[in-house]
């Protein structure tokens, strides 16, 4: 969602602020805006701009000598995305300027306390925060009323802040809202995501909940760390191990493409990284936390809950664990009655999904364990769970998770097999096997293309399946209305005709799903269903359970695995449909690669 970029240093701020928000464009935003000190004449300048950060750029003036600014991406919760309520934000004198990803809760409240005759511009709770250090600062120094207010906010926050009484220095806070430190020789650079960081930074430190920093460019770029009384506190050092290379489009037309087509590679990725002597392994320690666990609860969102969907095929089935899986944010506010000795596993892509959070706090406050399954080792779901196991897609740049998805579900299936007592085949060799498939059905990308413009005509559709089948025309469906925005539903095939039947008329399309050969029979009796009806059908089938007229036939894997594979022409359809409608497939509308708001 929102994105925060700031530097401080030798080189020019703005080049480095407007190319870390490049970088944070696929968490999704509708506005942008930056701050920064020209250094020719000691002035600030801010430039806002509903829309794209292209715009931003190209609207404006960067020509001045900076060192010091702050950027921001904003995906509007208070108020319209229009340039007034675009960060940055300043004081009512325009003493302070303040970037801030994240909710006030309580900004109604302190604005009625301690901002009585102060007048707003915007109409969000940034603003606020920017009027309460300055009413502050009128008795205090800028350390002290950035932490009195600080004491304050209830909510989350990811912030920067500048003083324009004291050019050489940025001010950061974070709580819930993720924010990390990036330095080298160059300066200081934050950002609210890791990829802000790549390029200019040699080390990156996380930030906990509550910690105040100060950076200073006072002949070289350091940065102190505080807690929220003021003590001093050392952040650990983690190496940069990310290349600009690794977040580009590396010829690509868009990055789903790219993400799409590394799919095999990421199979091979994982099995490497989870084969110890020859056999898939977990740690102990991941062990552990199943031991004597009499029920698995999976909680995620969106795609990840589809991966969380084939988890629980997995335990139920290898490591023989009943296991239940929920949505983040009706679990929440709605949890069901719950087994004592029980797990949690939590699963996503981004480790930073706000539904997902409050599940977490819940969850550890009535005493339970949380496993946390995330691509970001880093997030806050990883760091705040019991343990984390990471399933090492790569960064996930595209806003439609493709590969990150294939990931979860690989890891879950080496978690469930390493558990499972019986092996009852090489799982190793399966996913080996299975990448092999995923290449062959991937060079038939123009197929699927033509067959997309053929057959996809209207603007709904159905996914059906059952089983396991069923569980990847929920993400098939998904991935299909997020980027094409054609309304899909997925649905289990022997379900459509108690109602849903009544929506199929001529040309619906109606994309089965055939991999598990015990309800082969019954799928197909549901697609004459509704080729009856008119509808125009489009069948994924594997080789063994394929007829000749079939339009999608895919190699042959081992049947657990199969939803690794057949998800992939789905993907691909997904994103020829959205390329045909020349629709913006990286970045669809009013969505966000990270949701940080619950
Ligand atoms: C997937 O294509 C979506 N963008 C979305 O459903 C996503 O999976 C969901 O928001 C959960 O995100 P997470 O995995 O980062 O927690």
Not at 358 to 372: A, D, I, R, S
Not at 412 to 439: H, N, Q, T
Not at 474 to 485: F, G
Not at 529 to 557: H, K, N, Q, Y
Request: proline letters at 2%; glycine letters at 6%; hydrophobic letters at 40%.
């Amino acid at each position: 969602m929102c994105g925060i970029v700031g530097y401080i240093g030798k080189l020019k701020a703005t080049d480095v602020i407007l190319n870390g928000l490049k970088k944070l464009e696929y968490r999704g935003y509708d506005s942008c805006g930056i701050s920064f000190l020209n250094e020719e004449n000691y002035k600030y300048v801010t430039y806002k701009t509903p829309g794209r950060v292209d715009h931003l750029i190209n609207s404006y003036d960067y020509k001045m000598n900076n060192f010091i600014g702050i950027g921001h991406t904003r995906w509007a919760t208070h108020g319209k995305p229009n340039q007034v309520n675009s960060h940055p934000h300043s004081s009512a004198s325009e003493r302070f300027i303040v970037v801030h990803n994240g909710v006030i809760d309580n900004y109604k409240e302190l604005t009625a306390r301690y901002l009585q005759g102060f007048s707003f511009i915007s109409e969000t709770d940034t603003e606020v925060i920017a009027d309460l250090i300055e009413n502050f600062a009128k008795t205090m120094s800028t350390e002290e009323a950035i932490r009195k207010t600080l004491s304050l906010l209830e909510g989350s926050y990811a912030l920067l802040v500048m003083d324009k009484e004291k050019n050489d220095t940025i001010y950061a806070a974070k709580n819930k809202s993720p924010l990390l430190i990036g330095s080298s020789d160059k300066g200081v650079t934050f950002g609210s995501d890791l990829m802000a960081l790549v390029g200019n930074s040699d080390y990156y430190y996380l930030i906990e909940d509550k910690t105040f920093i100060v950076a200073q460019k006072n002949g070289k770029t350091t940065f102190q760390a505080y807690d929220i009384i003021g003590k001093s506190v050392k952040l650990q050092q983690h190496k940069m191990d990310l290349a600009d290379n690794e977040i580009d489009k590396g010829g690509y037309e868009h990055f789903m493409l790219k993400e799409i087509s590394e799919q095999p590679a990421v199979i091979r990725r994982i099995i490497s990284k989870y084969l110890i002597n020859g056999i898939l392994e977990v740690s102990e320690k991941t062990k552990n936390l199943f031991k004597n666990k009499k029920r698995i609860y999976i909680l995620a969102a969106g795609t990840s809950m589809h991966a969380g969907f084939i988890g629980r095929f997995y335990f139920e089935n290898l490591a023989k664990i009943p296991t239940e899986v929920f949505i983040a944010s009706e679990f929440a506010y709605n949890p069901p009655l719950l087994e004592k000795d029980a797990l949690f596993v939590l699963i996503s892509q981004s480790g930073e999904t706000a539904d997902l959070r409050t599940c977490l706090v819940n969850v550890k406050k009535m005493g339970y364990e949380v496993l946390t399954i995330t691509n970001v080792i880093t997030s806050t779901l990883a760091r705040e769970a019991d343990h984390a196991l990471e399933i090492y897609a790569g960064p996930e740049i595209a806003v439609a998770s493709t590969k990150a998805y294939v990931a979860q579900v690989t890891v879950l299936a080496i978690l469930a097999y390493v558990l499972s007592e019986e092996k009852p085949f090489d799982l190793a060799f399966e996913l080996s096997r299975l990448s092999v498939a995923m290449e062959a059905i991937i060079d038939k990308k123009e197929y699927i293309e033509k067959l997309v413009e053929k057959k996809l005509k209207k603007r709904n559709c159905f996914y059906i399946g059952r089983g396991i089948d069923y569980y990847t025309s929920l993400e098939a469906a998904l991935k299909l209305k997020e980027i094409s925005y054609i309304q899909t539903e997925g649905f289990a095939a022997g379900e459509l005709k108690h109602g849903t039947i009544a929506l199929i008329e001529k040309d619906v399309p109606v994309i089965a799903i055939i991999s598990q050969k015990a309800i082969n029979h019954n799928t197909r009796n549901n697609i004459q269903e509704v080729r009856a009806r008119g509808a125009t059908t489009i069948i994924i089938a594997t080789e063994a359970l394929s007829d000749s007229a079939d339009d999608i036939i895919l190699s042959d894997v081992h049947e657990f695995l199969s939803p690794l594979l057949t998800v992939i022409p789905t993907q691909l359809i997904a994103y020829y449909k959205a390329k045909e409608l020349k629709l913006d497939i990286d970045k669809p509308r009013n969505l966000a690669k990270s949701v940080t708001v619950e």
